[in-house]
């Protein structure tokens, strides 16, 4: 007799992928781009799958009002279409000490990562409080700006091939083949920082009774040059650049 196993609650990445691309990457109801995925033709209660005719991305509080039976049917599936050409939301993490690991490099203290050609594109600013805030201008080939954040602020063009904000609030994904654009951005706090992180944040000089988040970047862009990040090195025009560490500088990278 065979057994039947019980199919995982975890939707497939290429189904995520989908659902977030029929909705133009944000909640249909009410935009936020920090989406769950709710199965309704049927219920997961009534029948388990992973069809996406019968599923659609939304926020946590709409996906919460979905399963008490806020929408109908029809409703839900009127809603799986939506037109949308720009997405927005904001990260949340704020701390004094900031550590930008970009390519396997560390700098600290250091108001621009990355200036190519007279331009900031990675780049930290100081709200009122005093707290570190990413700003960031990302371009596609034709140097049209594809994704823009200030201080913590982000608004991302929609004709891409995915944008993907967990719930937490903690990632960024954002990729466009066509825009030769693939964005990856991680903020990690201190009790996520595995062994090797702690002690680079103390060759670093934070201190160590204080908060810290380390803010990674990963992925590569194609103007106003193309570079390319890895988890080990920054890549650009045949140089290759790894393990520094870079403090109280005005700008960490400069190209051009």
């Not at 029929?22 to 992973?50: A, K, M, N, T």
């Not at 654009?181 to 009790?191: G, H, S």
């Not at 595995?194 to 380390?214: M, R, S, Y």
């Not at 990674?216 to 194609?222: A, E, K, L, R, V």
Request: glycine letters at 6%; proline letters at 5%.
């Amino acid at each position: 007799m065979t057994e039947l196993v019980a199919l995982s609650r975890t939707v497939p990445q290429a189904i995520r992928r989908q659902l977030r691309a029929e909705i133009g990457f944000g909640c249909p109801v009410c935009g936020s781009p920090h989406l769950e995925y709710h199965h309704f033709d049927p219920p997961w209660s009534q029948r388990q799958h992973h069809n996406p005719n019968g599923m659609i991305a939304l926020c946590a509080p709409h996906h919460d009002a979905a399963d008490s039976g806020a929408f109908t049917t029809k409703q839900l599936r009127d809603l799986k279409s939506a037109e949308r050409t720009k997405v927005q939301s904001t990260f949340q993490w704020r701390r004094k000490h900031t550590v930008f690991v970009c390519g396997g490099n560390y700098a600290y203290c250091c108001q621009s990562m990355l200036n190519v050609s007279g331009i900031d594109i990675l780049y930290f600013e100081k709200d009122s409080n005093g707290c570190d805030t990413l700003s960031l201008n990302i371009y596609d080939i034709c140097m049209n700006r594809i994704l823009e954040m200030r201080q913590n602020d982000w608004i991302a063009r929609t004709n891409v091939d995915d944008i993907e904000a967990p719930p937490s609030a903690r990632t960024l994904l954002f990729r466009s083949s066509i825009h030769r654009v693939d964005i990856q951005i991680e903020f990690k706090d201190r009790a996520r920082l595995k062994n090797e992180e702690q002690t680079i944040a103390l060759e670093l000089g934070v201190p160590q009774d204080e908060n810290v988040v380390f803010c990674i970047f990963n992925g590569s862009i194609p103007a106003p040059v193309p570079v390319k990040f890895t988890d080990s090195a920054i890549q650009f025009g045949g140089v290759t650049m790894s393990g520094n560490r870079i403090v109280n500088c005005g700008c960490g990278i400069r190209i051009g």
